[in-house]
């Protein structure tokens, strides 16, 4: 379905796997034809794996069903669709789901569509004999240097599957790694009948998705300018954009709501999660986010256009992750006066406590809240200049769980033997417990074999 010079409306609903659910009110009240749910990380593969480790039903984003139960409403009225990439490393039980969702909300006739192909993990080592190196795209290193079997195997795809379940009239389109901005284009490609060689427009989605994949941090979210100015924060929307048949856009947000679209908000989010930006490599296209331009319009709104777009690459992206041993963490807080010489005294007492009971620690990673954990080192060498606190981090990996889990009890008699004023657990407490670590390895595999298994399901709701 082409639909000539309408625009696209298209709205980010959710930024990441633990979001407000509640902005989608305002979304779809406001009228949109598509809503994107953009749920996925590195960070959160990685969680949806261990999730899986212990239910195999599990592995898509467990918030979902809070997400349909707001949206499938307006899409039973045929107001909007949904595009997700909830489905993580487990689509098909994504899709269970939302059926399951939609019977509970009594409704029926819906399609829910599922873009398979991502997943490559059981094919990498027949991949990789057949010429795939899967080098470590940040250290260089050897597959065969792997220290442990891969445990997922996700290949960042495009917009394309997306963009045949819409072909064959899906409702509901859920995916496993889907590309953030690659969701929001689908429905633009879709929609316009944009080819797959039209790299301008193709570049100029990309854009609108990267503005939009974040929810509130286009609408001053994360703001660095005056943030204290931004019209009600504690109801910050997400952001909405009209998308002309040329890629041109008009950012936008719910009237009424709070926050601000400007082109001071949007320009950090175009520059977030950005190696060079004159290259963005999408799966799609390789956009130049130097083109685009910006013009504010009245009532928050900003015209985006003039995006340039380069042919895209012959590879994808592919994420995996394997065992990398447990960890372990406590924090304690020191107060005044020399509160980071008692934390850095403590640090050292327990590290040698540890290596006095015979623990083996293969990594440890010591931090000083309030001193040098977020900027570097903050504290003045001038007399009088010592934070009023500050809270020692200590975090270790050992190659088994048991040992990583015994290390913290070093610490617990340090309660009444440390240095002077004592220390306070906090978070996790003194002694926390232990837990999987899973090392991230990003590589890339070849587009063509990725793209001969990539498949779309068709349900209904019966």
């Given at each position: 379905m082409h639909n000539g010079a309408k625009n696209v409306r298209v709205a980010g609903g959710q930024g990441f796997y633990g979001d407000t659910p509640a902005a989608l009110d305002s979304l779809l009240a406001e009228g949109i034809d598509y809503l994107c749910l953009e749920a996925l990380a590195e960070l959160t593969l990685a969680i949806l794996q261990k999730d899986r480790q212990r239910d195999e039903t599990r592995g898509y984003t467990r918030d979902l069903p809070g997400y349909l139960a707001r949206a499938l409403p307006y899409v039973a009225d045929g107001r909007t669709k949904v595009i997700t990439n909830a489905g993580g490393i487990n689509p098909p039980a994504?899709?269970?789901?939302?059926?399951?969702?939609?019977?509970?909300?009594?409704?029926?006739?819906?399609?829910?569509?599922?873009?398979?192909?991502?997943?490559?993990?059981?094919?990498?080592?027949?991949?990789?004999?057949?010429?795939?190196?899967?080098?470590?795209?940040?250290?260089?290193?050897?597959?065969?240097?792997?220290?442990?079997?891969?445990?997922?195997?996700?290949?960042?795809?495009?917009?394309?599957?997306?963009?045949?379940?819409?072909?064959?009239?899906?409702?509901?389109?859920?995916?496993?790694?889907?590309?953030?901005?690659?969701?929001?284009?689908?429905?633009?490609?879709?929609?316009?009948?944009?080819?797959?060689?039209?790299?301008?427009?193709?570049a100029g989605g990309i854009v609108v998705g990267h503005l939009l994949e974040c929810s509130g941090q286009s609408i001053g979210g994360n703001y660095t300018g005056d943030w204290w100015a931004l019209p009600d924060p504690w109801e910050l929307p997400y952001p909405i954009a009209d998308v002309a048949a040329d890629a041109s856009a008009v950012i936008s947000k719910p009237a009424g709501a709070g926050g601000r679209v400007s082109t001071d908000t949007l320009r950090h989010q175009l520059l977030y999660e950005v190696g060079d930006p004159a290259?963005?490599?999408?799966?799609?296209?390789?956009?130049?986010?130097?083109?685009?331009?910006?013009?504010?319009?009245?009532?928050?709104?900003?015209?985006?256009?003039?995006?340039?777009?380069?042919?895209?690459?012959?590879?994808?992206?592919?994420?995996?992750?394997?065992?990398?041993?447990?960890?372990?963490?406590?924090?304690?807080?020191?107060?005044?006066?020399?509160?980071?010489?008692?934390?850095?005294?403590?640090?050292?007492?327990?590290?040698?406590?540890?290596?006095?009971?015979?623990?083996?620690v293969d990594e440890w990673c010591i931090e000083y809240w309030g001193v040098d954990a977020l900027g570097g080192v903050t504290v003045p060498d001038a007399p009088g200049c010592e934070p009023p606190e500050c809270v020692l981090r200590v975090a270790w990996r050992c190659a088994e769980q048991r040992t990583a889990g015994l290390i913290g009890r070093e610490l617990i008699p340090l309660t009444l033997s440390a240095p002077p004023a004592g220390m306070t657990g906090m978070g996790r407490g003194v002694a926390g417990g232990s837990n999987e670590l899973l090392a991230i390895w990003p590589t890339l595999v070849s587009k063509d074999v990725v793209d001969e298994r990539v498949t779309v399901t068709m349900q209904e709701v019966t």
């Open positions: 994504a899709a269970r789901v939302a059926i399951e969702t939609a019977k509970q909300l009594g409704l029926s006739g819906l399609k829910i569509a599922t873009v398979l192909g991502d997943d490559v993990l059981s094919r990498l080592d027949t991949l990789h004999r057949a010429g795939q190196p899967f080098t470590h795209l940040d250290t260089g290193e050897a597959f065969s240097t792997m220290s442990s079997e891969p445990l997922f195997a996700s290949a960042y795809l495009g917009a394309r599957g997306i963009v045949d379940a819409l072909e064959q009239g899906a409702d509901i389109v859920i995916t496993g790694r889907v590309a953030d901005a690659s969701l929001f284009l689908a429905p633009c490609v879709f929609e316009h009948g944009w080819s797959w060689d039209d790299w301008d427009r193709l290259r963005y490599l999408a799966p799609d296209v390789v956009a130049d986010f130097t083109s685009a331009r910006f013009e504010d319009l009245p009532n928050d709104r900003v015209r985006v256009s003039g995006v340039r777009g380069l042919p895209a690459t012959d590879t994808y992206k592919l994420l995996l992750a394997h065992h990398a041993g447990w960890s372990g963490e406590a924090r304690v807080a020191f107060s005044w006066p020399d509160a980071y010489e008692k934390a850095k005294a403590t640090a050292a007492i327990f590290v040698k406590r540890v290596v006095a009971a015979g623990h083996e």
